[in-house]
């Protein structure tokens, strides 16, 4: 195998699990959401964003196919972002959820940016000079930068959604809700000015995890099944390990300063 990071080999596993999911439910699974059944060809839409999911995170494991696994995962998650998810901003600039869709999209293009990076072919680098290397690292992190601030504020626009999911017994939940926020905005400001970029992104990374740990698999895991708390809570399986190859591109950096 040929693992650049421990990173990629979980968001690689990731995949193939959101490829499984995808095939063996119905319907989008959430972070490909939200596109709805009444959109031309919704059936088969899903049916291909679960497939390019499995193949890619299975091509991701194997030398040979890892270039082009990252190449068509970059492309095709570009793509929605572009296609799917930037017109929710232009429908409605003022709602905060617009972006929050689209900062959750980022993140996962985020990550295969930077892979794509990694693993770019001499032909890639003839062709996508632009968007690889030292270049097409600094964009996938301004990306990833700019969704963290997505984030932030949407923890602030929706606290009366954000603070009841906090854990009883960590108390103060919209003091929480407020620093969690203000901690992704943080952060997202440090990625784009690469102040501090390799802590910011290291810290967000786990933050993601600790929502995954502390919020959502105790919900699965007590009992409150429902089609959001599932879907919650592997949306954020996928935004914490698309984080965490985010997070690995900055190694060999130093973790304070500028990071040059």
Not at 65 to 79: D, H
Not at 111 to 135: E, N, S
Not at 217 to 239: D, K, Q, R
């Amino acid at each position: 195998m040929r693992i650049a990071s421990i990173g990629h080999a979980v968001f690689a596993a990731t995949l193939v699990a959101l490829g499984l999911l995808g095939l063996t439910g119905s319907g989008f699974t959430v972070i490909w959401q939200p596109v709805f059944d009444h959109i031309p060809a919704a059936t088969l839409l899903a049916t291909l964003c679960a497939v390019v999911s499995l193949a890619c995170g299975l091509g991701l494991f194997w030398p040979r196919s890892t270039p082009l696994a990252a190449r068509v995962l970059f492309a095709y998650a570009l793509l929605w972002l572009l296609v799917f998810k930037l017109p929710l901003i232009v429908r409605a600039p003022l709602t905060e959820g617009s972006y929050q869709y689209c900062s959750e999209m980022a993140v996962v293009v985020a990550a295969t940016w930077v892979l794509h990076a990694w693993f770019a072919t001499d032909a890639d680098r003839r062709r996508f000079g632009f968007a690889i290397g030292q270049r097409g690292l600094r964009m996938a992190r301004v990306l990833y930068g700019l969704a963290l601030i997505g984030f932030g504020f949407s923890h602030f626009v929706y606290l009366n959604l954000t603070a009841p999911l906090i854990p009883h017994w960590l108390h103060a939940p919209v003091f929480w809700a407020y620093l969690t926020g203000g901690a992704y905005l943080a952060a997202g400001v440090a990625i784009l000015f690469n102040v501090l970029a390799r802590l910011a992104a290291t810290l967000s990374a786990v933050m993601m995890g600790l929502f995954l740990l502390l919020i959502w698999l105790p919900m699965v895991a007590a009992g409150h099944i429902s089609a959001f708390n599932w879907g919650e809570t592997y949306a954020t399986w996928v935004l914490t390990a698309a984080a965490w190859v985010v997070a690995d591109s900055y190694r060999g950096m130093r973790w304070l300063g500028s990071g040059k």
